[in-house]
């Protein structure tokens, strides 16, 4: 279990109605400007896929899926999504969504891994986006303009939350700051990556780091990524790899960086096959989402997922993911909680 982050002098500034009224107001208003900047439609999604097609995400390749015996199909494998990555590709395929359009779904997973503390939970729900686009599309630009269109529609959402609820005041930096990974390394090479981020978010307050998953000048990944779904390893205009990245924030309640959205221009064939060689998973070319991908069958396009309760978290100013959403948490982190005045639901 991860260390428990207790803030000084911690007091929730709405009580539990507001919050749950907050909470539904933010995902209202975040969901529609979302959809509306990037032109969007909602879907409906599945909670759970069939093991062995390759249409789940296995996010850094150590996570262990959910999975159940289903009765009715022999006993076949189901498991719990991850993410919803590689399943909205081929959602965009089956509606077929022209370029400039896209969809968005409600994701909700669980994740048995996952070390709990005040932003991480065994329960993950978050928007799962995803666009179709042009080969002309699959640029550092293009992914800067639509990091630039989502953070619009989180300041629109916060602007709004603080018109409701006076108590709040604005947390989020007036713009996003574009860093790349080997930029930020180079900046601070005698931190750790998690270090990099709590300084840059500090110093920005808004910050997109670009390019994560290939191996830095020091022979490490920033962080990791599976190879079969972000574009992590295709050179940009700026000298680098990648057209991916994180964006995180500035939490000032807990005094660190928040990530909130895990993003980027997809996979196309060559970069599919060049990734999967790099990490020795040449294999996954016989699975069925791979196989649609490698015989053109699915459209270019660009997606990610933005974290709904670590939205709520930030904007409504709470010190902990479970005052916004219901999940299980050890005995001792409750107590200790308790005693802080932080009320878990």
């Known amino acids: 279990m991860s260390v428990l982050q207790i803030p000084n002098k911690y007091q929730t500034k709405l009580s539990l109605q507001e919050t749950e009224h907050g909470i539904k107001l933010i995902k ?35 996570e262990r899926a959910v999975k159940f015996p289903i009765k009715d199909l022999g006993d076949a494998q189901a498991e719990v999504v991850h993410s919803l990555a590689k399943w909205k590709r081929l959602t965009l395929a089956e509606y077929g969504i022209k370029p400039g359009y896209g969809l968005y779904t409600d994701m909700n997973a669980i994740r048995a891994d996952e070390e709990l503390d005040n932003i991480h939970s065994l329960y993950v729900d978050q928007w799962d986006w995803e666009r179709t686009i042009t080969e002309a599309d699959r640029n550092i630009d293009f992914l800067k303009e639509v990091v630039n269109k989502i953070y619009a529609a989180m300041l629109q959402t916060e602007y709004l939350i603080n018109e409701n609820y006076p108590v709040l005041k604005p947390m989020l930096a007036e713009k996003i700051h574009f860093i790349h990974s080997q930029e930020l390394l180079d900046m601070y090479p005698d931190k750790t990556a998690k270090e ?150």
């Open 196 to 345: 990099r981020e709590y300084l840059i978010t500090k110093k920005y307050g808004s910050v997109f780091i670009i390019g994560i998953g290939g191996k830095l000048s020091n022979g490490e990944q920033h962080d990791l990524r599976a190879p079969d779904y972000d574009d992590w390893s295709t050179p940009n205009k700026d000298g680098f790899f990648g057209l991916n990245g994180d964006l995180l924030v500035w939490n000032s309640v807990l005094e660190n960086s928040l990530e909130l959205s895990s993003m980027g221009i997809r996979v196309d064939k060559a970069a599919m096959l060049r990734q999967l060689e790099i990490c020795n998973a040449t294999n996954r070319k016989e699975l069925y989402f791979h196989k649609c991908l490698l015989s053109d069958q699915l459209p270019l396009s660009i997606g990610g997922g933005i974290g709904q309760s670590r939205l709520c978290m930030l904007l409504l100013q709470k010190a902990h993911i479970g005052e916004i959403q219901a999940s299980i948490w050890p005995d001792e982190h409750r107590e200790e909680c308790r005693k802080a005045g932080i009320p878990l639901i």
């Open 28 to 62: 209202d208003i975040f969901q529609q400007s979302l959809s509306t900047a990037l032109r969007l439609r909602r879907v409906t999604a599945p909670l759970f896929v069939l093991s062995g097609r390759g249409i789940n995400d296995d996010l850094s390749g150590t």
